[in-house]
């Protein structure tokens, strides 16, 4: 049989199939050949020895928290307490473009802002739309139901942004702590210590103790430039241009003409020369 695991505690692992839950074990080869399945898998199973004998190819896979098989994230973005990051946001942009995951920008707390500030930013989020990202608001819940439908999706963002209270208002018996979110950046706790996906609104859903892998460990510098979709617009005419030193690169001379955003192309900047090792 073939089904999904959406929970795992200790070397227990639920497996859905057909409506029902079967909490398996692994094959004892597993061990051996340093396969370790994620919640999120979709794997071959005796349902009725309840043993897990294969984990199927993965669409992507995340180390930290330990998932697989996401389709879209959720960006819960603050304007305020915790200010406006471009950075924390490409940063997040650009993973999820690395693992093959859309981006969805979910902005709260817009009524906590000033009228000229809530324009400047909402100049800047009119970017991302041009460049081909979604951007809403945590109170656009029918359009973020509808984006879940028949999807699989995780929800991070800053600590303090409103992921929780976000998730909460979905799924009211969920009844998660607020003031704590999926993405705790080293600098909070979240009240999840087990992953596990959920079905709603025809689709499903991972609640999860946090993203705190946000480096871009393993990928080289031209995947990095890759995933910036809009460099992609300019074809350089230099062959591996990094877009970094070459005075005649189209994507340098785009950002001089502000066709590009220029926090966008500092962040580039700043990724590929701290953070690809």
């Not at 928290?65 to 946001?89: C, E, G, Y």
């Not at 704590?180 to 909070?188: C, H, M």
């Not at 689709?203 to 080289?220: N, R, W």
């Not at 230099?238 to 962040?267: G, W």
Request: hydrophobic fraction near 40%; charged fraction near 30%.
């Amino acid at each position: 049989m073939q089904g999904q695991i959406i929970k795992i505690v200790s070397d227990l692992y639920f497996v859905s199939f057909d409506g029902e839950i079967y909490p398996c074990k692994c094959r004892g080869i597993f061990r051996k050949e340093h396969i370790v399945p994620l919640v999120g898998d979709y794997v071959l199973f005796n349902k009725d020895k309840k043993v897990i004998g294969k984990v199927l190819p993965r669409k992507n896979e995340f180390r930290r928290p330990k998932v697989s098989n996401i389709d879209q994230a959720f960006l819960i973005t603050s304007l305020v307490n915790p200010n406006f990051s471009l950075h924390l946001l490409d940063k997040l942009i650009i993973l999820m473009e690395l693992h093959k995951v859309e981006p969805i920008i979910c902005i709260t707390k817009e009524d906590l802002l000033d009228e000229d500030e809530l324009i400047r930013i909402r100049k800047l989020l009119e970017y991302y739309k041009n460049i081909g990202y979604k951007v809403i608001s945590n109170q656009d819940l029918d359009e973020i139901k509808r984006l879940m439908s028949h999807r699989t999706s995780v929800f991070t963002g800053q600590t303090g942004a409103g992921k929780s209270t976000l998730l909460n208002r979905l799924n009211p018996h969920w009844n998660l702590e607020t003031g704590e979110v999926s993405l705790a950046l080293g600098r909070g706790k979240h009240t999840t210590r087990v992953v596990e996906m959920f079905e709603l609104f025809e689709g499903k859903v991972m609640d999860t103790p946090g993203f705190s892998a946000l480096d871009f460990l393993g990928y080289k510098k031209e995947e990095i430039r890759d995933a910036f979709v809009e460099f992609r617009t300019y074809p350089c005419p230099f062959k591996d241009c990094l877009h970094t030193k070459e005075e005649e690169c189209l994507v340098k001379k785009a950002v001089l003409d502000n066709n590009i955003l220029e926090s966008r192309y500092i962040n580039y900047l700043n990724f590929i020369e701290k953070d690809v090792k």
